[in-house]
């Protein structure tokens, strides 16, 4: 990554800081006594005299990327009336290991989630294969369905292909991120694309099981060439957006950073798909609990039958991000919300 800019800007606030922290620390240090520690300049804080015995703290740096500024920075002021002194390198030291804390905590989340997503994916690709492979090899389960379903699992084996590789070759490559070339942004623009096949594919599903139990149950065959412009072409359109206005308006290294407003414009279409499936899901449990009434069934049977479907629909509709849809804020929250995401997106397929 380019820190060019980064670092200017560190040296600009560095160099207007130092000669008014040095001159308070003079002013001061004249009037101060032997029972307290002297203002003094780190390097990156200013620290005001106190009392021997204590420790000063402040809140971390604003100017490094990597600090939480929630945290605190200490500094000891020994019984001697001197600033703390590190063994290791005999030299006055502030402990900032505070604020690299939840950063280095991050960290490991994400490295974490990065196995968990490339064995997820890789589990998803053996579930799918044998999957395909039976809808392909028995003729006998030809259907407007099945086919559906064989466009719907192939979205999920080009997302899990192009995410391994995304994965592999360009978030875990630091060296292609810096040089930044063009071939790692078409990565990413195919990377967002199949992304959304597989939502829309689900839209897809969503609209045909909707329209063959609600609108029309004894209907004739649904033109499935609406279905393919649906599921494969109209992701196009967000993921052509996006990269145009990620050129003029925000175009790191890779496209690889998530802190952009621009990535709704992948995600809004997804939200809305996903929104119009929870709605076709409600319908079809409805007319499916009216249907189920008619057969004089047992009540308890009833809605077992109607959770069945339920659960059933849930998976196939992408209906589960519905209902986890903002990020919590505290960490251990975040945290767990990353986990249930990363489950839910990279084992979805098996459960499907």
Same mark, same amino acid.
């Given at each position: 990554?380019?820190?060019?800019?980064?670092?200017?800007?560190?040296?600009?606030?560095?160099?207007?800081?130092?000669?008014?922290?040095?001159?308070?620390?003079?002013?001061?240090?004249?009037?101060?006594?032997?029972?307290?520690?002297?203002?003094?300049?780190?390097?990156?804080?200013?620290?005001?005299?106190?009392?021997?015995?204590?420790?000063?703290?402040?809140?971390?740096?604003?100017?490094?990327?990597?600090?939480?500024?929630?945290?605190?920075?200490?500094?000891?002021?020994?019984?001697?009336?001197?600033?703390?002194?590190?063994?290791?390198?005999?030299?006055?030291?502030?402990?900032?290991?505070?604020?690299?804390?939840?950063?280095?905590?991050?960290?490991?989340?994400?490295?974490?989630?990065?196995?968990?997503?490339?064995?997820?994916?890789?589990?998803?690709?053996?579930?799918?294969?044998?999957?395909?492979?039976?809808?392909?090899?028995?003729?006998?389960?030809?259907?407007?369905?099945?086919?559906?379903?064989?466009?719907?699992?192939?979205?999920?084996?080009?997302?899990?292909?192009?995410?391994?590789?995304?994965?592999?070759?360009?978030?875990?490559?630091?060296?292609?991120?810096?040089?930044?070339?063009?071939?790692?942004?078409? !990565?990413?623009?195919?990377?967002?694309?199949?992304?959304?096949?597989?939502?829309?594919?689900?839209?897809?599903?969503?609209?045909?099981?909707?329209?063959?139990?609600?609108? !029309?149950?004894?209907?004739?065959?649904?033109?499935?060439?609406?279905?393919?412009?649906?599921?494969?072409?109209?992701?196009?359109?967000?993921?052509?957006?996006?990269?145009?206005?990620?050129?003029?308006?925000?175009?790191?290294?890779?496209?690889?950073?998530?802190?952009?407003?621009?990535?709704?414009?992948?995600?809004?279409?997804?939200?809305?798909?996903?929104?119009?499936?929870?709605?076709?899901?409600?319908?079809?449990?409805?007319?499916?609990?009216?249907?189920?009434?008619?057969?004089?069934?047992?009540?308890?049977?009833?809605?077992?039958? !109607?959770?069945?479907?339920?659960?059933?629909?849930?998976?196939?509709?992408?209906?589960?991000?519905?209902?986890?849809?903002?990020?919590?804020?505290?960490?251990?929250?975040?945290?767990?919300?990353?986990?249930?995401?990363?489950?839910?997106?990279?084992?979805?397929?098996?459960?499907?």
């Amino acid at each position: 990554l380019d820190y060019s800019g980064f670092w200017i800007t560190i040296a600009a606030f560095l160099l207007l800081t130092l000669p008014w922290c040095l001159s308070v620390c003079v002013c001061v240090c004249l009037a101060a006594d032997e029972t307290a520690c002297n203002r003094t300049w780190d390097g990156w804080l200013c620290w005001d005299y106190i009392q021997t015995g204590l420790t000063a703290t402040q809140h971390c740096p604003d100017y490094f990327h990597n600090f939480d500024t929630s945290e605190e920075a200490t500094k000891i002021c020994t019984e001697d009336g001197y600033w703390f002194i590190h063994p290791e390198s005999n030299r006055t030291w502030t402990n900032y290991t505070s604020c690299t804390k939840s950063t280095n905590e991050h960290r490991q989340v994400a490295i974490n989630l990065y196995y968990l997503g490339l064995i997820g994916h890789g589990l998803s690709l053996i579930f799918l294969c044998i999957s395909l492979g039976i809808f392909f090899y028995f003729k006998s389960l030809s259907c407007q369905r099945i086919t559906l379903h064989k466009n719907l699992f192939s979205s999920f084996v080009l997302n899990s292909t192009i995410t391994i590789i995304w994965f592999t070759a360009v978030v875990n490559n630091q060296d292609l991120i810096q040089t930044n070339p063009v071939s790692c942004k078409v !990565a990413t623009f195919v990377h967002l694309y199949a992304f959304g096949c597989v939502y829309f594919w689900m839209l897809c599903e969503g609209i045909y099981l909707h329209t063959l139990i609600v609108v !029309a149950v004894f209907a004739e065959k649904q033109h499935l060439m609406w279905y393919y412009l649906l599921g494969w072409g109209f992701p196009l359109i967000p993921a052509l957006i996006h990269a145009v206005a990620r050129s003029y308006y925000f175009n790191d290294n890779c496209w690889i950073s998530h802190n952009t407003s621009l990535l709704y414009i992948i995600h809004g279409p997804i939200c809305a798909a996903l929104l119009v499936n929870l709605f076709f899901l409600l319908n079809i449990v409805r007319v499916l609990i009216t249907k189920l009434k008619v057969t004089h069934q047992a009540e308890s049977s009833l809605y077992m039958k !109607a959770v069945r479907a339920t659960l059933i629909l849930v998976p196939l509709l992408g209906i589960q991000f519905v209902l986890l849809p903002y990020k919590p804020e505290g960490s251990l929250s975040f945290e767990i919300y990353e986990y249930m995401m990363n489950i839910l997106m990279n084992y979805q397929v098996r459960t499907v």
